[in-house]
């Protein structure tokens, strides 16, 4: 065997270790980890977590983050919008609807890190998720995903009715405008009016509400259609500040 030769066998079976040892160390089967969940609840948005609603919302009793209620409606509202990451666009291959769409691609289960899914979220520049002029994730939301990856990217089912209480006096500012951001604004906002609507700033928000589009909406009731999508629904007592609201008379407090 000549120099040459050998040379190319020895790189071949350097490329066939490395690749098998790639393999040994690439995605994990989010059914079938055993990822011991953080205990670290800091990471949770201020935002969300300061609502009369207790804090259900966002993560189950074993402090693992809330599929259903948290992070699908993070990639609804900032991935999903039309023409891009919905199932008619599905933009790069990316279909990021529903949690068995969401982890087939693009997610390392325990993994943030080698996530391709969460570090665009977190880049700067024109590949940066959603691009321009969508604004960015901000960072209490990305950190959500990239603490839902690390505990093993699972579809954790959360209740949506909770035991707090919406008894005390709701504020459009501190209660409503948190859910908004959270849930609506990233499909309606001034750039991004799907279904020409805007739920950004107060008059646009009362408006809708007037029209009772708003509530219809999000209670999923017969002639509108269900907000933030069919599968996702605002808790009980999210629910309860929009309805305090209206019947306060929608103040901008
Ligand atoms: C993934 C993107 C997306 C998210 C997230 C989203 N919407 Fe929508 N919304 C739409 C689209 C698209 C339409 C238009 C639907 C149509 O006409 O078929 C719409 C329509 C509406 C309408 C009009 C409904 C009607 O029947 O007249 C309201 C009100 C509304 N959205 C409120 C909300 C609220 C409140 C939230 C958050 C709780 C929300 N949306 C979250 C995409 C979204």
Same mark, same amino acid.
């Given at each position: 065997?000549?120099?040459?030769?050998?040379?190319?066998?020895?790189?071949?079976?350097?490329?066939?270790?490395?690749?098998?040892?790639?393999?040994?160390?690439g995605p994990v089967d989010p059914t079938v980890t055993g990822?011991?969940?953080?205990?670290?609840?800091?990471?949770?948005?201020?935002?969300?977590?300061?609502?009369?609603?207790?804090?259900?919302?966002?993560?189950?009793?074993?402090?693992?983050?809330?599929?259903?209620?948290?992070i699908l409606p993070l990639f609804l509202a900032n991935c999903?919008?039309?023409?891009?990451?919905?199932?008619?666009?599905?933009?790069?291959?990316?279909?990021?609807?529903t949690y068995q769409k969401i982890v087939k691609k693009g997610?390392?289960?325990?993994?943030?890190?080698?996530?391709?899914?969460?570090?665009?979220?977190?880049?700067?520049?024109?590949?940066?998720?959603?691009?321009?002029?969508?604004? /960015? %994730?901000? $960072?209490?939301?990305? !950190? =959500?995903?990239?603490?839902? #990856?690390?505990?093993?990217?699972?579809? &954790?089912?959360?209740?949506?009715?909770?035991?707090?209480?919406?008894?005390?006096?709701?504020?459009?500012?501190?209660?409503?405008?948190?859910?908004?951001?959270?849930?609506?604004?990233?499909?309606?906002?001034?750039?991004?009016?799907?279904?020409?609507?805007?739920?950004?700033?107060?008059?646009?928000?009362?408006?809708?509400?007037?029209?009772?589009?708003?509530?219809?909406?999000?209670?999923?009731?017969?002639?509108?259609? /269900? %907000?933030? $999508?069919?599968?996702? !629904? =605002?808790?009980?007592?999210? #629910?309860?500040?929009?309805?305090?609201? &209206?019947?306060?008379?929608?103040?901008?407090?």
């Open positions: 065997m000549n120099t040459l030769a050998k040379i190319l066998m020895g790189m071949t079976l350097t490329f066939i270790t490395i690749s098998c040892l790639y393999e040994k160390g990822i011991v969940p953080t205990t670290d609840t800091t990471n949770l948005p201020a935002s969300l977590d300061s609502l009369p609603c207790g804090k259900t919302v966002t993560t189950n009793a074993q402090n693992q983050v809330c599929f259903n209620t948290v999903a919008t039309s023409g891009c990451h919905d199932s008619k666009t599905a933009a790069e291959g990316y279909d990021l609807i997610i390392v289960a325990g993994n943030s890190k080698n996530s391709k899914l969460y570090n665009v979220m977190i880049i700067t520049g024109e590949d940066r998720m959603p691009p321009a002029p969508s604004s /960015p %994730m901000s $960072s209490d939301k990305t !950190k =959500l995903i990239a603490q839902w #990856i690390d505990q093993g990217a699972k579809n &954790i089912v959360c209740e949506t009715s909770t035991t707090g209480t919406t008894a005390q006096t709701v504020s459009y500012s501190k209660h409503l405008v948190p859910v908004l951001d959270y849930y609506c604004t990233g499909c309606h906002n001034s750039n991004t009016k799907s279904g020409g609507i805007n739920l950004t700033g107060y008059a646009n928000v009362k408006q809708m509400a007037i029209d009772g589009a708003l509530y219809g909406s999000i209670t999923h009731q017969i002639g509108y259609k /269900p %907000m933030p $999508s069919t599968d996702v !629904k =605002l808790t009980d007592c999210q #629910i309860g500040l929009f309805k305090q609201w &209206i019947d306060l008379g929608m103040p901008n407090n």
